[in-house]
Each structure stands twice: as structure tokens, then as C-alpha cells.
């Protein structure tokens, strides 16, 4: 299928690629000018104006956005909005808030113009491995657009199946990728999965730190341990059942430095947190872990724990996040690329 992406970021760059390896023609527009002459030289059509893009892609125009969200991302799908045609489609593929998604939704279609949410988890390890992806929209465009899903989502691989399964399950959710339901359920779904990956996180992170202070010189000289958290991390991969992709970052990170001595502690939200817990409140739902989660990340940029230097070795693990020394804006909302 011929696809537009616009942003060109850790994973919109990456998105286009694994596309282009599976011989989708991409159209790619970024307003650094030198990301997109790099994919051009990868095989991808580079424009310079989204008023190109959208001449230079075939009816109907299918633009995948992927982009921070917040005002960029309002900014662009609207300019989108104006250029595109009746049946042509908007993907969203960031971290937009669910009840912008809906917005959008009903505001495009106003227009003809079709609007689908992705929640895409993956990071910087997707063009390898594959984006787990969470959509919204509506079930015919959807499955218009499922060339470019199954491209782009992981496959079974070697992950085994659930036997329990019922037989009108979604039989896409085995292949790493899930129409959730209307606009908005996609970016819902991602929101929560990202809610929980904080408090998954933030449990690694205790008790590896935890194990560390089991040498503290606060403790009875005779009940003191000098543990090796590489080793127990590296142990843990193997058969325990606590096993997980973010302790394999850990592990990692551990073996390359004992102390973590690159990562200072101070731990962002990407913002996706908060609004997982804005839901928990608007349902009346308990969530005391996600929630805590949450504070132990507002707390760490005050004091820093061994644990969260472990929680900043994990997020950059995944998703190549850089430590920033910065409060979080909520006007602009999540980044795109987690």
C-alpha cells in the first residue's frame, strides 16, 4: 500500500523503514529536511511541504502521523484535515490523549475524511521486532488499512499460544496487532498498557533496590550481603516468573555498569501515566500501584534512589529516552515516541 508518514522521529523513521523493507512505497515528509533526504536515499519519496505529500500520494491518501502529541500533532491532522479529500484516511500513531481522538474523529467526519488512532508500543527496537499496535476506527477502514498493520506488528514468533482462547477472538491479536473499537479505544489501550508498564517499572526498580542496600552500613555488620544485581537479573531471565522484556534492559543495564553510574535518577512522564489515572478516577476504579508509580516518578526528580537510576536505565532501554532535566508541560501532552 502506498502510505504517507509525516515526522520522522525515533519511531516514524523506523516505521517507514519496515515498511519500505516489505515493499510498501512510502511517502515521507519531516520539517528537518535532512531525516527525510535520508530515507530517500533508503528507497522512500521525499517531500518537503505536507502539500506535496499529499499531491504525490494515490486516492485514497492514507498519511500516518507520528508526531508529539499535543499542539504539533492537533496543528498537523488539522492541516491534514484541509488538504485531504472525501474516503482519504488520518493515522495517528503517537500518544494523543483517547478524548482527542474522538474529537477528531467526529470533527473529520464532517469532512469525509476517516481518522484512525494507533496506540504503538515497540520504541526504538520496532523496526526489528515489530510494533505491538492498538487501534481505533472504524472496522472497514481498518481492515483497508491491515496490509500496512500486519507489516508493522511483530507476527506469533515464537510466543506460544493461548489454548483458551475462544473461537471469535480476534485472531489479529496473535500476530502482535488489535482493532480495540471505535476512535479513541486504541489510544485508551495504549494509555492503560503504559499506565501498567509504570508500575512493572517501578516494581523492578524497588526491588533491585532493595537486593543493593542488603549492604547498607545501617544494617548488623553480620546480616549485611554483597550481592551481584547483574547475576540476579541475568537468573531472573531464565524460567523465573517474573521474567519480562524490562528485565532484560535491566539485566543489560546492570552487566554494562554495575552502579549505573550514567543515569543520574531523575525519571519523566511521558504523561500517558497521569491520564491512566484520570480514568481510574473518572470510572471509580482502585489503581494504588499505577498511581503510586506515578509519584514515585514525580518524586525521583527531587532525590535520587538507586532504583530510579534503574528506572531511567529501563526507559532508555526501550524507547532511547534521554534523561531531562525539566518539568513536564502538559500542555503539549506525551511525546510520540515511547
Same mark, same amino acid.
Not at 283 to 289: D, G, I, L, N, T
Not at 317 to 336: K, N
Given at each position: 500500500?502506498?502510505?504517507?508518514?509525516?515526522?520522522?522521529?525515533?519511531?516514524?523513521?523506523?516505521?517507514?523503514? %519496515?515498511? #519500505? /523493507?516489505?515493499?510498501?512505497?512510502?511517502? !515521507?515528509?519531516?520539517? @528537518?529536511?535532512?531525516? +527525510?533526504?535520508? &530515507?530517500?536515499?533508503?528507497?522512500?519519496?521525499?517531500?518537503?511541504?505536507?502539500?506535496?505529500?499529499?499531491?504525490?500520494?494515490?486516492?485514497?491518501?492514507?498519511?500516518?502521523?507520528?508526531?508529539?502529541?499535543?499542539?504539533?500533532?492537533?496543528?498537523?491532522?488539522?492541516?491534514?484535515?484541509?488538504?485531504?479529500?472525501?474516503?482519504?484516511?488520518?493515522?495517528?500513531?503517537?500518544?494523543?490523549?483517547?478524548?482527542?481522538?474522538?474529537?477528531?474523529? %467526529?470533527? #473529520? /467526519?464532517?469532512?469525509?475524511?476517516?481518522? !484512525?488512532?494507533?496506540? @504503538?508500543?515497540?520504541? +526504538?527496537?520496532? &523496526?526489528?521486532?515489530?510494533?505491538?499496535?492498538?487501534?481505533?476506527?472504524?472496522?472497514?477502514?481498518?481492515?483497508?488499512?491491515?496490509?500496512?498493520?500486519?507489516?508493522?506488528?511483530?507476527?506469533?514468533?515464537?510466543?506460544?499460544?493461548?489454548?483458551?482462547?475462544?473461537?471469535?477472538?480476534?485472531?489479529?491479536?496473535?500476530?502482535?496487532?488489535?482493532?480495540?473499537?471505535?476512535?479513541?479505544?486504541?489510544?485508551?489501550?495504549?494509555?492503560?498498557?503504559?499506565?501498567?508498564?509504570?508500575?512493572?517499572?517501578?516494581?523492578?526498580?524497588?526491588?533491585?533496590?532493595?537486593?543493593?542496600?542488603?549492604?547498607?552500613?545501617?544494617?548488623?555488620?553480620?546480616?549485611?550481603?554483597?550481592?551481584?544485581?547483574?547475576?540476579?537479573?541475568?537468573?531472573?531471565?531464565?524460567?523465573?516468573?517474573?521474567?519480562?522484556?524490562?528485565?532484560?534492559?535491566?539485566?543489560?543495564?546492570?552487566?554494562?555498569?554495575?552502579?549505573?553510574?550514567?543515569?543520574?535518577?531523575?525519571?519523566?512522564?511521558?504523561?500517558?501515566?497521569?491520564?491512566?489515572?484520570?480514568?481510574?478516577?473518572?470510572?471509580?476504579?482502585?489503581?494504588?500501584?499505577?498511581?503510586?508509580?506515578?509519584?514515585?516518578?514525580?518524586?525521583?526528580?527531587?532525590?535520587?534512589?538507586?532504583?530510579?537510576?534503574?528506572?531511567?536505565?529501563?526507559?532508555?532501554?526501550?524507547?532511547?529516552?534521554?534523561?531531562?532535566?525539566?518539568?513536564?508541560?502538559?500542555?503539549?501532552?506525551?511525546?510520540?515516541?515511547?
Amino acid at each position: 500500500m502506498h502510505i504517507g508518514i509525516v515526522g520522522l522521529g525515533r519511531m516514524g523513521g523506523n516505521i517507514a523503514r %519496515r515498511l #519500505l /523493507r516489505a515493499g510498501h512505497p512510502c511517502v !515521507v515528509w519531516d520539517r @528537518t529536511a535532512a531525516v +527525510v533526504d535520508e &530515507l530517500a536515499g533508503e528507497g522512500a519519496r521525499g517531500v518537503y511541504a505536507l502539500e506535496e505529500l499529499v499531491v504525490t500520494l494515490p486516492e485514497p491518501r492514507v498519511v500516518w502521523v507520528m508526531l508529539p502529541a499535543g499542539h504539533i500533532t492537533e496543528t498537523v491532522v488539522t492541516q491534514l484535515g484541509e488538504l485531504l479529500s472525501a474516503d482519504d484516511i488520518i493515522i495517528d500513531g503517537g500518544n494523543s490523549f483517547y478524548k482527542d481522538d474522538m474529537r477528531r474523529a %467526529r470533527e #473529520l /467526519r464532517r469532512q469525509g475524511v476517516h481518522y !484512525v488512532d494507533v496506540g @504503538t508500543s515497540g520504541g +526504538v527496537w520496532g &523496526l526489528e521486532r515489530g510494533y505491538c499496535l492498538m487501534i481505533g476506527g472504524e472496522t472497514e477502514v481498518v481492515n483497508y488499512l491491515d496490509p500496512i498493520f500486519r507489516t508493522l506488528a511483530p507476527g506469533p514468533g515464537d510466543i506460544a499460544r493461548t489454548q483458551t482462547r475462544r473461537p471469535d477472538s480476534d485472531a489479529r491479536a496473535e500476530h502482535g496487532y488489535l482493532h480495540a473499537g471505535p476512535a479513541g479505544a486504541g489510544h485508551f489501550v495504549k494509555m492503560v498498557h503504559n499506565g501498567i508498564e509504570y508500575g512493572l517499572m517501578q516494581a523492578y526498580a524497588e526491588g533491585f533496590d532493595i537486593l543493593r542496600n542488603k549492604n547498607s552500613a545501617d544494617l548488623p555488620e553480620d546480616e549485611r550481603l554483597s550481592l551481584n544485581l547483574a547475576d540476579i537479573a541475568e537468573v531472573w531471565r531464565r524460567g523465573s516468573v517474573i521474567t519480562s522484556w524490562l528485565l532484560d534492559l535491566s539485566a543489560s543495564a546492570l552487566a554494562e555498569s554495575p552502579d549505573l553510574a550514567r543515569y543520574s535518577g531523575y525519571v519523566e512522564d511521558s504523561g500517558e501515566g497521569r491520564w491512566t489515572i484520570q480514568a481510574a478516577i473518572e470510572e471509580a476504579v482502585p489503581a494504588e500501584v499505577l498511581t503510586a508509580a506515578l509519584f514515585a516518578r514525580f518524586r525521583s526528580r527531587q532525590e535520587h534512589t538507586f532504583g530510579e537510576k534503574l528506572l531511567s536505565a529501563m526507559r532508555f532501554g526501550f524507547g532511547g529516552h534521554v534523561e531531562q532535566q525539566h518539568s513536564f508541560e502538559p500542555a503539549d501532552g506525551p511525546g510520540a515516541a515511547r
